[in-house]
Each structure stands twice: as structure tokens, then as C-alpha cells.
């Protein structure tokens, strides 16, 4: 069995390319991105990170791709930071530092 193909995120891409993460925090399953701007995105995922886990790369965004399993944020620096999705739909959103909506999935 292989892995879905990971496409470019046609939508979400340019709203947040050039932004900076800043800070991930975690509140159960659900990834909190902090962008530079204040803007933060909620991703459900399918369980937070064991606490050993190494932190992940920051920086600021040049792409994001995804398929029905993850989410990939391509930075500037060359890394990547993955995140699984609880579902292949309705796990994404983001808010501007008003708390306007900016992006749903």
C-alpha cells in the first residue's frame, strides 16, 4: 500500500507564504501554529507528539502541501515540518491576530 500523494495546498499557500511560525503549542490532539503576525492555526491531528520527541523546525513558510493523512509546511531554511490530520477534511484553520477567519478546511 503507498502513502496518498502530497500535493501543493493551492488556497493555503499563498494566505501564508512568507509568515513565519513562531511557536507550536498543543492542546490535546489539536496543533496550535503562532504565526509572527499573530495569526494562529488549528490543526486536528491524530495525537500530540510524545514528550521526548525533538522539537520541531521553525521558520518561515514557502509552501504547504498536503494529502489526505498530512499536512507539510516547507520553510525557507530547506526543512519541513509534517503534521498528521486526524481527517482528510475539516482539520485546518486558520485566524487572523483579530480572530477573523482566514482560512477552513
Known amino acids: 500500500m503507498t502513502a496518498p500523494r502530497m500535493r501543493r495546498n493551492q488556497k493555503l499557500t499563498p494566505i ?3 509568515r513565519s511560525i513562531a511557536q507550536i503549542g498543543w492542546e490535546g490532539p489539536t496543533a496550535n501554529l503562532h504565526f509572527d503576525d ?8 491524530t495525537g500530540a ?3 521526548n520527541e525533538p522539537p ?3 521558520g518561515k513558510v514557502r509552501a ?3 494529502s489526505t493523512e498530512t499536512i507539510a ?3 525557507e531554511n530547506g526543512s519541513t515540518l509534517q ?10 484553520m486558520l485566524r487572523n491576530a483579530k480572530e477573523a477567519l482566514e482560512y477552513a478546511d
Open 73 to 75: 509546511f516547507d520553510l
Open 49 to 51: 507528539p510524545a514528550s
Open 64 to 66: 504547504v502541501r498536503q
Open 83 to 92: 503534521i498528521s490530520l486526524a481527517e482528510a477534511t475539516s482539520c485546518v
Open 56 to 58: 520541531p523546525m521553525l
Open 38 to 45: 499573530g495569526s494562529v492555526m488549528r490543526i486536528h491531528t
Open 16 to 18: 501564508i507564504k512568507g
